[in-house]
């Protein structure tokens, strides 16, 4: 879900491994955080 929602596309990852993003592609928008299912992402 998270992954899906990024406009920059910063973010990878599949079931099999922990999704990461890629702070050089980041526009820090948030999008990814509204629809994470775990809130496994945090805004800092």
Do not use: F, M, Q, Y
């Not at 992954?3 to 922990?18: L, N, Y």
Request: net charge positive; hydrophobic share 25%.
């Amino acid at each position: 879900r998270c992954a899906k929602v990024c406009p920059a596309g910063a973010i990878s990852g599949d079931k099999k491994e922990p999704h990461k993003i890629d702070t050089e592609k980041c526009i820090k928008c948030g999008s990814c955080i509204e629809k994470c299912n775990k809130d496994a992402i945090i805004r800092l």
